[in-house]
């Protein structure tokens, strides 16, 4: 990752450079300063990455950096209007809540998970515990990912779960990612789950904005952790408002038999959403499913990275990203399939549609297979169409308007997404999001 | 109820109806016959609204009011039915989402509340007996993976459900078994009263056995060149189309 943008970033570059020096004098367990100073060195190098890097090559990130942020806000607990809890609950859905504000892991706002076996904490609460120094930054590449580089270095907060092994989590665990803000921030939040063997469960993540009157970028890292025989259902929920800019990198580590399913739903708001999910299904008899749905609008660009690594034989991986383009929207969808020389009998596949509805909305759409292995199945496609005017035309000769028609054939659309979302509470949530945002 | 007046439309500047006149009252039956390509599917797309026909000529009013005028959705609303020759497969719309949402469309335009889900229920049933249309079909996504005889049953579900004024039926005996044939028609004959009308477009005098017209029509290359009772369906049956075509106006003479 030898181009960067450093110069163009000066300032937030140069903010980092100086917060890390003044971070490395906090004592921290040993390894988890190396992994810092690892993160720091790559991030230093490197910097953020402009137009010039490939993966990053449909997005400007200058003008979202450029402002002159603060990397924490001043107050020790923000305070958050319970409308914007209340209304970030899934209805219906029986579910512990966990409250981050800003990044901040909030107890005074958070369920607590009392069942044995699960633990949920502060992340660097977490940072004595096994599974913490097995796991922690053990499956991201700092030099590679820029982003994930500089979190490393200077995360402060964010989440820890842990399922022991055979721990059936009760029920979904739901993630409020909360921001808000008087003054531009940059927000770098940290997780890590990990799901011991035969563990199962499912964590719901909901990213939203409590009324920020300034710009808030988040750059966020999720490491999860999913051990043999093991099965986790894991959700994003991304909402949010024109001040909000996000870069999710969610790296996925997957042992044998295990299952893990990502279903990932964007909503118009957010200016900027640049999602990497990378998987490495690295033990035989891996499943993984990817389900993606990105409703923009206005000006928003919606950005969805995947890396899906076919490691060992006998896997299976199933990606389905459906994209509905309003306004002046832009959406990228890039899809690596790696498959490795060992991993003969692969299934993959990976299937990216998107229906445009703004005249001047914009779409990429690039599946990108590397295969190594002579005996796999592996399958990909991409389209982008219009609304289909006979449906339009049939469903309104049955007296049905027009808005409703519309709204009627881009939850059909979204059908093949949605039906698969295991939660008919959250597949009812994910439906009226989708209303509300064809509304917007 | 229905007054055509010298309808004219054309599509991708083709003239296709070239002076159409027809009148429907309230409680009767028409069928309209005429060869491949003369303009039927095209009739009943221009009354219904479909948008990429232009009237270029002529008047259509539908219970006074001026049809043409009215939006697709509208037409519906005033109780206006498009039993489509070729229904379209919306996978993802529930049959049964899709056809509260239709009726409920059409109560809010004629001012009534939204159907009680008990009530609709109730409708559902019934009107499922009297088209034979299997439960588990009207549970699926809209026409998806339909036999074409599947999809013309749900067109008349559809109809029976809705409770139209005017109802055009555009080939639906077409694709239809014997049976099914019987079944349509029966649902048909009980749906009909003096306070509506039918449209029969058909190419055979087969289903004029089952739903007995009070007129027959001929169009042929987009005017209607002959009208008369159910015995000119039989004649046609017998004698075919090239003896009207021959006292037709020819489409130079325009
Ligand atoms: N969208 C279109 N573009 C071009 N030509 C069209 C279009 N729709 C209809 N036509 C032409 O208009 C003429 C009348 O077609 P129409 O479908 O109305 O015939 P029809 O009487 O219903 O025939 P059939 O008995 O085969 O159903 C045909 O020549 C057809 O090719
Ligand atoms: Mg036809």
């Known amino acids: ?440 | 109820m229905l007054s055509i007046k010298n309808l004219k439309a054309s599509v991708d500047d083709k003239e296709i109806l070239k002076g159409l006149d027809l009148e429907v009252k309230a409680g009767e039956v028409h069928a309209i016959m005429g060869p491949n390509g003369s303009g039927k599917s095209t009739l009943a797309s221009v009354l219904a609204g479909k948008d990429n026909y232009e009237v270029t000529g002529g008047q259509v009013t539908f219970d006074g009011k001026d049809l043409m005028d009215m939006s697709p959705e509208d037409r519906a609303r005033a109780g206006l039915f498009l039993a489509f020759q070729y229904p379209v497969e919306i996978p993802g719309v529930s049959n049964i989402n899709f056809l509260k949402t239709a009726m409920n469309e059409v109560r809010a335009y004629n001012n009534l509340p939204p159907i009680e889900a008990k009530e609709f229920l109730r409708m559902m049933k019934e009107k499922q007996k009297l088209v034979e249309f299997d439960s588990a079909l009207a549970n699926r996504s809209l026409n998806e993976g339909f036999s074409g005889g599947e999809k013309k049953r749900n067109e008349i579900f559809q109809l029976a459900m809705l409770e139209p004024k005017l109802s055009i039926l555009d080939e639906t005996d077409s694709g239809l078994d014997i049976d099914a044939l019987r079944i349509v028609s029966r649902g048909v004959n009980k749906l009909r009263s003096g306070k509506n009308a039918f449209i029969l477009i058909t190419h055979y005098q087969r289903l004029l056995e089952y739903i007995v017209p009070d007129y027959v029509h001929v169009l042929y290359n987009g005017q209607i060149v002959k009208s008369g009772t159910k015995e000119l369906a039989l004649e046609l049956e017998e004698k075919g189309y090239d003896w009207l075509k021959e006292s037709a106006p020819a489409a130079s003479f325009h």
């Open chain 1, 1 to 440: 990752m030898e181009n960067t943008a450093t110069q163009i970033i000066n300032s937030l570059y140069d903010q980092c450079i100086a917060d890390f020096e003044v971070r490395s004098n906090t004592a921290e367990p040993e390894a988890l300063t190396a992994l810092r100073q690892k993160g720091f060195q790559n991030f230093k190098k490197a910097g953020f990455p402009s137009n010039k890097v490939e993966d990053w090559k449909y997005v400007n990130l200058t003008p979202f950096l450029k402002e002159s942020f603060a990397t924490a806000t001043e107050e020790e607990l923000v305070e958050v209007p319970e409308s914007v809890i209340k209304n970030a609950a899934i209805p219906h859905l029986d579910v512990w809540t966990i409250v981050l504000v800003n990044g901040v892991f909030r107890k005074d706002l958070s369920d607590t998970v009392n069942q044995e076996g699960v633990f949920v904490l502060p992340i660097l609460e977490a940072a004595s515990r096994p599974a913490f120094q097995k796991h922690f930054g053990t499956y991201t590449d700092l030099a590679k990912n820029h982003f994930a580089a500089v979190n490393t270095a200077l995360f402060r907060d964010g989440l820890f779960i842990e399922i022991k092994n055979n721990a059936i989590v009760e029920k979904p665990i739901h993630v409020l990612h909360i921001n808000t803000a008087n003054e531009p921030l940059f927000l770098q939040p940290r997780s890590l789950y990990v799901v011991g063997v035969s563990a199962n469960g499912s964590i719901i993540e909901s990213f939203v904005n409590a009324g920020a009157n300034a710009n808030v970028f988040v750059n966020n890292v999720a490491e999860i952790f999913v051990a043999e025989n093991a099965n986790l259902h894991h959700y994003y929920i991304q909402a949010g408002s024109e001040k909000n800019r996000y870069v999710h990198h969610t790296e996925v580590y997957q042992q044998q038999n295990s299952v893990y399913n990502n279903y990932k739903a964007s909503f118009p708001g957010t200016s900027l959403l640049r999602n990497n999910l990378n998987i490495a299904l690295d033990g035989e008899n891996v499943e993984s499913h990817l389900y993606g749905l990105y409703l923009s609008g206005g000006h928003q660009l919606v950005d969805n990275h995947t890396i899906v690594d076919h490691r060992k034989p006998h896997c299976q991986s199933n990606e389905l990203y459906k994209g509905v383009m309003k306004d002046e929207s832009t959406g990228v969808f890039n899809g690596k399939i790696f498959v490795r020389k060992d991993a003969q009998k692969t299934n993959a596949f990976q299937q990216n549609n998107n229906l445009m509805l703004g005249r001047k909305a914009v779409v990429d759409s690039k599946p990108q297979l590397e295969i190594f292995a002579d005996d796999v199945k592996c399958s990909h496609g991409s389209t982008v169409g219009q609304f289909n005017a006979d449906a339009l035309f049939y469903l309104k000769s049955r007296g049905i308007g027009e808005e409703k028609a519309r709204a009627l054939l881009v939850h059909a659309f979204a059908f093949d997404v949605t039906e698969k979302i295991p939660l008919a509470e959250v597949q009812d949530h994910i439906n009226h999001l989708i209303e509300e945002g064809l509304k917007a």
